[in-house]
């Protein structure tokens, strides 16, 4: 058998590639011994990867901000190549070419069958909820790597129709395992509709994935804001407005400039714990952007709040931090009847709709968020760049199947 290169935390702010040994058809020993049952995983499969993307949640862990160790694995957006099968597989065949859900989810479970695989019962011993090369998610494997094991692969596995297709459109396509449906979960739960008007909070490629998806959904304005110059040209460059919260001005007089009121009819917080204040020296305050959304989000309004928060940050700015214990205005929140929704995006409610969008040329979701493909051996300077605030989502092709 081949090795497997996969990329791993070496400490706040380095990553490396190194090799490690070929998938086998197991789950993990900390979650068989949990559940009490065997290693052997008959209905698993392994997938040579053909594409494999870096996500901010994975930059939270590179910054230190998580309670990652050193060698965590990292990667949990996979698209591949299916190699093998277990024998209780079904229905997923050799060659075929699939979308990887980041939700480690065994399709068994209460939470399973309700639809709500970001917070399935039975893969992580740490909490519900699993995911692909992430801390304190069960010890799965990450998949920034040349090959992956996928559990319940019937279940998990979202099969492209076509393969030549996939290929052809697989910028697109590899946004499936997380970003896209996680912006879209973002502006769905936040009620985005025909004629809305959207504040997206965040212009990094989850926040670029809610406007595109503000889009799809029908917003008649869709508001980025953020800080970084270049992200929000991204954000102009497939008709989004924008609003620099670097300025020392309201945020609510940016949007009425806009819109013509101080008030849209959803937001999306697209942040997550690391935010920052508005004006050109603002400090970390990670309550500023949820604070943000309720003072411009209208009566009513739905939030939704993809951007991650944790239970243990060791980079927080005071002890509430370090424990994800927010200065939260909930009574903002309360008087004006927000809805809110938090937590992992079930990634399975939303992929094959939104499959289906890509596949007939409904959704350019590579062009929003300026899908860039390098090398696996480029992550490292990925992961650089991306955390300098490049207006990039960096995608790994470790195996040059990505035409030019």
């Known amino acids: 058998m081949p090795d497997n290169r996969v990329v791993v935390y070496q400490g706040p702010g380095e990553v490396r590639v190194e090799s490690i040994d070929y998938p086998k058809l197991e789950i993990p020993e900390e979650v068989a011994t949990w559940l009490g049952v065997p290693q052997e995983a008959p209905h698993a499969a392994i997938l040579k990867i053909v594409t494999t ?202 949007i009425a400039e806009i819109t013509g009121e101080p008030l849209v009819d959803a937001a999306v917080d697209a942040v997550g714990f690391e935010a920052r204040g508005h004006g050109p020296d603002a400090g970390e305050q990670p309550a500023t952007v949820l604070n943000d959304v309720m003072t411009v989000a209208r009566a009513g309004a739905g939030i939704g709040i993809p951007g991650l928060y944790v239970t243990g940050d060791p980079g927080g700015v005071d002890e509430n931090a370090r424990i994800g214990q927010l200065g939260i205005r909930i009574g903002l929140g309360w008087a004006k009847s927000h809805s809110f929704t938090t937590g992992q995006c079930p990634v399975k409610r939303y992929n094959r709709l939104l499959m289906q969008m890509i596949l007939n040329d409904k959704a350019q979701i590579a062009k929003a968020v300026n899908a860039t493909v390098v090398s696996l051996d480029d992550a490292p300077q990925g992961y650089q760049d991306f955390d300098q605030g490049a207006a990039k989502k960096f995608v790994l092709d470790p195996h040059g199947m990505v035409a030019a």
């Open 53 to 254: 993307n870096i996500c901010g949640s994975d930059q939270h862990m590179v910054r230190g901000r998580t309670t990652a160790p050193v060698g965590q694995s990292l990667g949990h957006e996979i698209t591949g190549e299916v190699v093998e099968v277990g024998n209780d597989v079904l229905f997923v065949e050799v060659g075929d070419i699939c979308s990887v859900p980041f939700n480690i989810a065994c399709g068994r479970c209460r939470m399973c069958t309700e639809g709500k695989t970001g917070i399935c019962l039975n893969v992580n011993p740490a909490r519900p909820g699993a995911a692909y090369g992430y801390v304190d998610m069960g010890g799965w494997v990450g998949g920034q790597a040349e090959y992956v094991m996928v559990p319940f692969a019937d279940f998990n596995l979202l099969k492209f129709p076509d393969r030549d297709q996939a290929l052809e459109k697989i910028r697109d396509l590899t946004m499936l395992s997380d970003i896209f449906p996680t912006g879209y979960h973002g502006a769905y739960s936040a009620g985005v509709t025909t004629g809305s008007t959207v504040y997206v909070a965040g212009g990094g490629p989850v926040g670029l994935a809610a406007a595109h998806a503000a889009q799809l959904l029908g917003a008649s304005v869709v508001i980025v804001g953020d800080m970084i110059t270049e992200r929000l040209e991204q954000a102009r460059s497939f008709g989004c407005e924008t609003v620099d919260v670097s300025e020392d001005a309201e945020l609510a007089d940016m």
